[in-house]
């Protein structure tokens, strides 16, 4: 275990990514700045996965839910505001808004209470339980957004202009870069400050010692409650992002494929690695475009890759790069 | 000798079209789910390109594993990295509403080979947009006008709960304007139909019209063949392509199918199409590949007039003006840039082979346009 | 509804439940033995499908092709457990989830490149392919009914393996207690790779079963594997009763909500509304029966281990 270590590799990796932005943008390569963005965002969803997995023990196989109720929270509020159509004219009329800010608070709104609610019914079951109900949750949301017409049901709804954010011209591929990283910043300084304090303490001894958390008198249930509601607020930050980054939502975004890859990006880079997420985001971003584009069989790689991860190397990336994981 | 030479060079500027490289974005879906009709419209598109040979025109393929937010990822780095200047090749509406229209506001052509979704051809429409096959609804359109003419009262109709779905028992029931017996929606992916031919059995229907693309199709048709359900089936021709009979057997000779080509038409285009499509691949083209060729045929055709790069409005008019060798025979726009077309209705029945294929039967509509051409403002 | 349509609506259900829980055996019967969760069980599902497709087009007979679908999944299920799997046994689900999720990939890939990405024809024997008359006036498929009696005898047999043989003894030892039965002298490699083989060969006989009613191709074995999950959380997950209770129960409850919810709608709505609103509901409800059972028993309605 070797703290100073893992610290110097998150912030290489960090510096990377901005670099390669700023690398892409000076070189007159929007489209590999783009590529960062998507690195920036997935990484971010699965930072907060990771706040539920990796630190609190909770093997959620429905953050799909999450990051994909952000995305819509974002698209439909974008579409009433494109359209001038009110979101809710009783009681009282809500307009759309095309600004970050807001939508965001919505999406992390919207977020928060359904982790409250999948939360507090899942964490009655652990172990594999837990895997498949949070499934479960998930794939609920997913029929009910493939068959509900008003958004635009399986096709999916459109945003036609990406939302503003004031000061800067989102619609420039850097801005909108270092909207999203400093995202990810945010996230990962919030996630650092929590876990180094009190409730993190009280969130890992959730995960290795729920008894002996007991007898310290504090009831497990209500700091695994919190710490998913956290992770699922962050995850559904994300949605949002990459709901604009794309333009579009469509449920896809719920799917369980996408809870899946959630949990490729946070092993891949190493559980209970703070940065780990963002270099699974990254590695798996880079392989889907690159191996991707020379090859249709891209699939067969990525899962024997995967195999490879799990089977011999089980630091993943932050272990590779900052010793052995701190929890084994 | 003054006007000698401005004729010479407006000839040099005339040709220059031809000399300047044109990249095309061929985005489709080539693996995972559905991939067979990716790869049929992609192997016809370059069928036609190969026909041409030009060396003029480069063609970027990329498989969108029929993932949305994929197909959009690639779409922004053909535009944005390989600064392609028309784009073509998507099969599922989905997919499609998450590419065009940021595409074409990014003064890209799209030309679709396939997907038609009507967000597109009504207020969505688009000057640069441009669709080869159909507007979505016009195959279910042109079965609930055939199903009337034939004097049929009383069919039970069937979709998936999507839009796609919703899209076609509308459009079948705008045409068909008769009562059904029974219209019922089925949950997306499914692949059991016991529940729903049950009722289809008890509704006292005259007719069977569904709609279930792809392997949903391939396991209704074959369960409702087992249930020994003597109803006659109609339905659009997405279920009933020559790849998907090969999985259903003859499980679906006798039903009828609506399609705006058919690889027996006769027209000499379409039959030069097919025996070189048989002859390089060798299987039998689908609607699919057929669209997939006239797609290629109407871009390359528009090349000739006008360079998208230097002249986009010359190649806008082009595309539009739609003057290539359709394999459908007569072939233009309307002024949604959706095509005014002829669609047929096909049997399937027992090939010399032995195995099922389509056979042309009759006409259903003649000079079809969709509904949703009177809401574009373009 | 009349009656006879009723009983034939509750025939399907039993038969989608019985096709359930011959995939969900496996399922169950791995993690409780094992304590393995296979995400790639799908996978083996389609493996069946597959060979059995491939082998009945090239022999021209079902019934080959159907033991060659069981016995080629089965194979690939105890190359996968010798190669992948046993390294899982004692890591937590985290590793297992994302392993056997990355096997998916590889299989469904796999699957693309060896058969090609148009789906495959299979169909049910011509023994077997017409329909009988039910009591009532309905007439139900031949081959449907087939299926019934092949899922109730597996079920049997299976419940007689385990509970008659010396396998079956060292299987429950297993469940109960891992350290014992290697105390015993039994060869535990050679056991759970029985087990998986024995789990893999039920998928792979489903997936061929099932193939000759649906399409057979790559992806078909992910909506059958997440049925599969419902089904033995339902259950309580390591217990075969539970699998074979709560797969008839999914099989049930999500064919009559097929039926009943849009009819149910239509009293006050319009009928292509009301088939709609049906529809999406009937497509979450088996959904809302798991968390609905795991909020009143957490550990479902057989739990395996005390």
């Known amino acids: ?328 | 000798m003054k006007t000698l030479v401005a004729a010479a060079v407006a000839a040099v500027i005339a040709a220059a079209p031809a000399i300047a490289e044109t990249k095309i974005g061929l985005i489709t879906t080539l693996s995972g789910g559905g991939s067979h009709l990716g790869i049929d419209t992609r192997d016809a598109f370059m069928l036609a390109v190969e026909q041409a040979g030009r060396d003029d025109v480069t063609v970027i393929e990329k498989d969108d594993a029929r993932k949305p937010d994929v197909a959009k990822s690639l779409a922004d780095e053909l535009i944005q990295k390989d600064k392609v200047q028309v784009m073509t090749g998507i099969i599922f509406s989905n997919l499609a509403m998450a590419v065009v229209p940021g595409a074409v506001r990014q003064g890209v052509f799209y030309v679709s080979p396939n997907a038609g979704p009507s967000a597109l051809a009504g207020k969505g429409c688009h000057e640069n947009y441009f669709n080869v096959a159909y507007q979505n609804d016009n195959l279910h359109e042109a079965m609930g006008a055939y199903m009337k003419a034939e004097g049929l009262t009383a069919p039970f109709i069937l979709a998936p709960n999507y839009p796609a779905g919703k899209d076609s028992l509308t459009g079948f029931k705008r045409m068909f304007e008769g009562d059904v017996a029974g219209e019922t929606y089925t949950k997306l992916g499914q692949t059991d139909y016991a529940a729903e031919i049950a009722q289809i059995r008890a509704s006292g229907a005259d007719s069977v019209f569904f709609f279930l693309p792809g392997g949903m199709g391939i396991a209704f048709m074959k369960q409702y063949t087992a249930a020994a359900v003597d109803i006659p089936v109609y339905g659009p021709a997405f279920s009933f392509d020559e790849i998907i009979l090969g999985a259903v057997g003859d499980a679906a000779i006798g039903v009828k199918n609506s399609a705006e080509w058919t690889h027996d038409l006769d027209v000499p285009a379409s039959k030069a199409f097919v025996a070189a499509f048989k002859e390089k691949y060798g299987r039998v083209p689908t609607i699919y590949a057929g669209q997939g060729y006239d797609t290629a045929k109407l871009i390359l055709a528009a090349l000739d007039k006008a360079d998208p790069a230097t002249d986009p409005d010359g190649f806008r008019a082009a595309l539009a003006a739609a003057e290539f060798e359709s394999i459908r025979g007569a072939f233009r726009f309307g002024p949604n840039h959706h095509p005014i077309q002829d669609i047929y209705v096909r049997e399937v029945v027992a090939g010399p082979d032995g195995k099922p294929t389509n056979k042309l039967v009759g006409v259903a509509l003649k000079d079809h346009q969709d509904a949703y051409a009177a809401d574009c403002k373009m | 509804m009349t009656l006879a349509l009723l009983v034939e609506q509750i025939l399907n259900g039993v038969q989608l439940g019985v096709m359930l829980f011959l995939t969900a055996a496996g399922l169950t019967l791995v993690f409780g033995v094992m304590g393995l969760i296979n995400l790639a069980h799908g996978s083996l599902f389609m493996t069946g499908a597959f060979v059995c497709a491939w082998v009945a087009g090239t022999t021209g007979s079902f019934w080959l092709g159907l033991g060659a679908g069981a016995l080629a999944a089965a194979a690939a299920g105890a190359v996968v457990e010798m190669l992948v799997l046993r390294r899982l046994y004692d890591r937590d689900h985290l590793d297992q989830v994302l392993a056997t999720f990355a096997l998916i990939l590889v299989f469904s890939e796999g699957a693309r490149w060896i058969f090609g990405p148009q789906p495959l024809w299979l169909d049910a024997p011509a023994a077997l392919s017409g329909a009988v008359s039910l009591p009532g006036g309905a007439a139900y498929p031949i081959y449907r009914l087939a299926i019934i009696g092949a899922g109730i005898g597996a079920a049997l047999l299976l419940w007689a393996l385990i509970s008659r043989t010396r396998l079956g003894m060292r299987i429950r030892a297993g469940e109960s207690d891992r350290e014992m039965i290697g105390a015993l002298g039994v060869d535990i490699r050679t056991l759970y790779t029985l087990v998986f083989a024995l789990g893999a060969g039920l998928a792979g006989f489903a997936g061929a079963m099932v193939g000759a009613l649906q399409s057979v191709q790559v992806g078909m074995g992910e909506p059958v594997l997440i049925l599969a999950f419902v089904v033995i959380v339902i259950g309580g997950i390591g217990s075969v009763k539970g699998a074979f209770v709560g797969a008839l129960l999914v099989g049930v409850v999500d064919t009559m909500g097929r039926v009943l919810l849009p009819m149910g709608f239509s009293n006050f709505m319009p009928p292509s509304e009301a088939s709609g609103v049906g529809a999406a509901l009937a497509s979450m409800l088996i959904y809302v029966l798991m968390a609905g059972v795991l909020v009143w028993r957490p550990q479902g309605l057989f739990p395996a281990h005390g």
């Open chain 1, 1 to 328: 275990m070797d703290k100073t270590r893992e610290m110097v590799a998150s912030v290489v990796l960090l510096a990377a990514l901005a670099g390669a932005a700023l690398w892409a943008d000076a070189a007159g390569e929007p489209f590999y700045v783009n590529l960062a963005s998507r690195v920036a965002i997935l990484g971010l969803a699965g930072v907060g996965l990771n706040l539920a997995l990796g630190f609190g023990g909770m093997v959620s196989f429905g953050h799909a839910a999450f990051f994909g109720l952000g995305g819509y929270a974002c698209g439909i509020i974008a579409w009433h505001a494109g359209n001038y159509e009110p979101i809710l004219t009783w009681p009282f009329e809500v307009e759309g808004t095309d600004r970050m800010p807001p939508i965001w608070g919505v999406a992390a709104l919207v977020c928060g209470l359904a982790a409250a609610a999948i939360g507090a019914l899942s964490l009655r079951t652990s172990g594999v339980y837990f895997i498949m109900i949070t499934l479960a949750f998930a794939q609920m949301i997913y029929w009910f957004a493939i068959s509900w017409p008003a958004y635009g049901g399986e096709d999916g709804l459109s945003i036609y202009v990406r939302n503003g954010f004031p000061g800067l011209d989102t619609y420039d591929a850097l801005s909108f870069f270092g909207i999203a990283f400093g995202a990810l910043l945010v996230a990962l300084a919030v996630s650092g400050r929590l876990l180094g304090s009190r409730f993190g303490a009280a969130l890992t001894m959730a995960r290795l010692n729920p008894v002996r958390l007991a007898t310290a008198g504090i009831d497990p249930f209500p700091v695994r409650l919190t710490g998913f509601v956290i992770s699922a607020v962050i995850t559904g930050w994300a949605g949002a992002l990459y709901a604009d980054l794309n333009g579009f939502v469509s449920p896809t975004m719920l799917s369980w494929h996408l809870s899946g890859e959630l949990i490729v990006f946070v092993i891949l880079g190493g559980v209970g690695r703070l940065v780990g997420p963002v270099a699974g985001a990254a590695a798996y971003v880079l392989l889907e475009t690159f191996v991707g584009g020379a090859t249709e069989r891209w699939p067969l790689i990525l899962g024997l890759a995967l195999l490879g991860v799990v089977l011999f190397a089980r630091g993943g990336i932050m272990g590779a790069l900052a010793g052995r994981a701190r929890h084994d």
